[in-house]
């Protein structure tokens, strides 16, 4: 009884220190990945589509009736989705069930979200994961200027404007395990969105 009592706990530690073994090196993976925004879709500020703005070279608030009252209701809403690309470029199989993402806007934070999906990556292998915001710039606006931050987002006169960070997890057993603090996955996304601006006009043309 006792060499059986003795084999159990021997197999217990086992499997425990193989568990611990398994999620340092999926969570270590994680910082290895290599993370893309490959494009940012369906940008709309105060519910007007980006490409309503542009007006011979520059910004037009005249395009945007509503202004004044999103003004008024101190509520600017900025929507998009941003499309993140995943690769696992590690030996390491990593299964990331669910990451929190933080959305910047000169450095200072201004949306945060949360994804939760069954992400399973072998090495070599990419998804891509639409990240949905919705966040109210009538702060930022507030301080710099409707026109000027326009300008900014739309004509990249700004550097390092908009920022995307996440927190990814691995799922093991029925817990989630976080990476430390956030990883930066672009300093500057908003290029994608004045590359939308072009492609919209080009549209429109």
């Known amino acids: 009884m006792k060499r059986l ?21 999926q969570v270590e993976a994680l910082s290895k990945f290599n993370y893309d925004v490959t494009s940012v879709q369906n940008m709309r500020i105060a519910g007007r589509e980006i490409s309503s703005f542009e007006a011979d070279g520059g910004i037009s608030l005249s395009s945007l009736p509503g202004l004044a009252v999103a003004l008024l209701t101190k509520d600017l809403p900025l929507e998009a989705t941003v499309n993140l690309q995943m690769t696992n ?51 930022v606006a507030q301080e710099q200027g409707v026109e000027k931050l326009l300008s900014d987002l739309f004509t990249r006169k700004s550097n390092a404007l908009l920022a ?32 939308s601006v072009s492609k919209g006009l080009e549209k429109l043309q």
Request: hydrophobic share 40%.
């Open 164 to 195: 995307l960070k996440i927190k990814p997890s691995v799922r093991i057993g029925n817990k989630n395990f976080f990476y430390p603090g956030y990883i930066t996955v672009d300093k500057d996304f908003g290029k994608s969105l004045s590359k």
């Open 89 to 139: 470029p590690t030996t390491t199989t990593t299964k990331i069930n669910e990451f929190k993402y933080l959305i910047e806007i000169g450095g200072k934070p201004l949306f945060e979200g949360a994804v939760n999906e069954n992400i399973n990556l072998a090495q070599g292998q990419s998804m891509i994961v639409p990240l949905t915001f919705r966040a109210n710039l009538f702060g």
């Open 5 to 25: 009592l003795l084999s159990v706990a021997v197999l217990l530690v086992l499997m425990l220190s193989g568990c611990a073994l398994n999620q340092r090196a």
